[in-house]
């Protein structure tokens, strides 16, 4: 069977490896000039920075992805203590987050004496959550949403209540001292919205974060995830093409039979994969009428990113590898953010630190420095004119909070607004983790990842079930693999 993948994302690599080891032949297509999709790669002065996703956690879905592939793990991961450090306004020190709660509780004893109980009752309460919904709802296909609502009937009632709060009043409900909700609340950030409009199911990930795995280094940069899957896809003789864009379709009845790409190339399959946004596909390519244009508009996108990838001639012993600065207006901060590019005028930020642990991601003695901010997307802010006066002044703020001027030692310095986000991997309106993660928008109300009208069309990715993150995207992609196999009766499945 021949399979044509769209996209050479995780959730397109990782598809691709699951079918090819079951005897098809895959090829994948992607229209940047290298693979990664978000997780890529940018080298410039002598630098090397991972453009996007640069948390790895979930170590055990890559584990379960390894087994079911047959291979050895291609990259090497190690843990990190902290987990991760965060600057509070009026703090001379920051608080750093450990697996170790006690550790991590008494940095605030003396504000609040009980915050260790407070810390633990909720994790306990996340870790009841995740077991009791994650093998249901997270890691398998829905035939309808009769069946998803079905499903949820099924969990225990206790967690109703849940379904109706927001992530930081979830928080709230345990946790007393405000600088530990901001703190415990950041996680949400990394679905692409906040913790004021992000479902409180997804506090299951605080267990995850805090007890069950925690954060790890990838020796060398994440990207090494990307090459370790392109040396295993070689391995299968998977082609990979870069430089391609699909525009169009050639379609028979309910069947696709060839895309076509922006050269005018046709790309014949038996059954093609998707890792370009479902959402957005289905519009822009397939023409689906629930998708066009007015109804995209609608729909609830994640937030998109300012990112810098800048380069000094110094070492920063100051950071730790993970970083995030906060100002004075959390609350208001993080309601406007989504919304109102004026709120940038004391930006948020986070920065990694890669070379911190992988000296090869910088020249001798510098610093390799990847900065989120997190921005509105296109649909909110389409005019990006005012990005140098941004990073300028998260560049500032940064110089000030850790005590060292780093604009004199800057050697290298890229940018990339929502709009870089669009141009180059095709992210709608510069979204930068797709849909957002609202309760209308997950599950089985979140676009399947089977096509609705062609009966050989499948997707994969942030976009589709079960959403967004590089673990999610390896789950995405058995839950891919299981739909192909179960729809296509003539399938031959080798396991």
């Known amino acids: ?40 790669r940018l080298q410039k002065d002598g630098f090397t920075f991972d453009t996007g996703p640069s948390f790895f956690s979930m170590s055990y879905e890559f584990d379960a992805f390894i087994r079911d592939c047959r291979i050895r793990c291609p990259f090497t991961i ?82 109703l209540p849940i379904l109706f709060r927001t992530f930081w009043q979830q928080v709230c409900r345990y946790i007393s001292l405000d600088e530990a909700r901001q703190i415990i609340s950041l996680v949400a950030f990394f679905l692409g919205r906040t913790p004021f409009d992000t479902s409180a199911v997804y506090t299951l990930l605080s267990y995850v974060e805090f007890v069950y795995d925690g954060y790890y280094n990838v020796r060398g940069g994440m990207y090494r995830i990307v090459e370790g899957l392109i040396q295993e896809l070689r391995k299968e003789n998977v082609r990979i093409e870069v430089n391609t864009e699909i525009v169009g379709v050639e379609k028979e009845d309910r069947r696709i039979t060839a895309l076509i790409d922006s050269h005018n190339t046709r790309w014949e399959a038996d059954i093609f994969v998707i890792n370009a946004d479902a959402a957005a596909f289905r519009g822009c390519v397939l023409n689906h009428r629930a998708y066009n244009e007015h109804r995209l508009r609608t729909f609830k996108w994640t937030m998109g990113y300012l990112t810098l990838y800048i380069g000094i001639d110094r ?77 300028q002044r998260i560049l500032a703020d940064l110089s ?47 676009p399947p990842n089977r096509d609705e009208y062609f009966a050989n069309i499948f997707y994969v990715g942030a976009s589709t079930v079960p959403g967004a993150g590089i673990p999610m995207a390896l789950i995405s992609s058995k839950l891919t693999c299981e739909r192909i196999r179960h729809t296509q009766g003539d399938l031959q499945w080798n396991d």
């Open 1 to 40: 069977m021949n399979i044509l993948v769209v996209g050479a994302g995780i959730g397109g690599l990782a598809t691709a490896l699951r079918l090819a080891k079951r005897g098809h032949t895959v090829t994948i297509l992607e229209k940047h000039f290298q693979p990664g999709g978000r997780l890529n």
């Open 400 to 446: 000030k909070r850790i005590g060292f001027d780093i604009h004199p030692h800057i050697v290298s310095k890229t940018v990339f607004t929502p709009f870089e986000w669009q141009q180059y991997f095709n992210l709608y309106k510069g979204s930068g983790l797709g849909l957002a993660h609202t309760m209308d928008q997950i599950g089985a109300f979140r």
């Open 78 to 159: 190690e843990p990190l203590d902290p987990l991760y450090s965060v600057y509070l306004p009026r703090r001379t020190e920051p608080f750093h987050v450990f697996k170790n709660i006690g550790k991590f509780s008494h940095q605030f004893e003396r504000y609040e004496p009980h915050i260790q109980d407070q810390i633990s009752t909720y994790l306990a309460k996340c870790a009841d959550l995740y077991n009791d919904t994650v093998e249901k709802v997270v890691k398998r296909n829905f035939s309808s949403v009769l069946d998803y609502l079905y499903t949820l009937l099924t969990i225990n009632p206790v967690h």
């Open 315 to 391: 070492k920063l012993p100051m950071l730790n590898h993970h970083n995030y600065f906060l100002g004075e207006n959390y609350h208001s901060y993080a309601q406007s953010v989504l919304f109102d590019g004026h709120v940038l005028e004391q930006p948020y930020y986070y920065v990694n630190i890669p070379s911190k642990f992988n000296s090869e991601c910088a020249p001798s003695g510098c610093e390799a420095l990847f900065i989120v901010c997190p921005v509105p997307n296109l649909l909110y802010k389409p005019n990006w004119e005012d990005r140098e006066m941004i990073v």
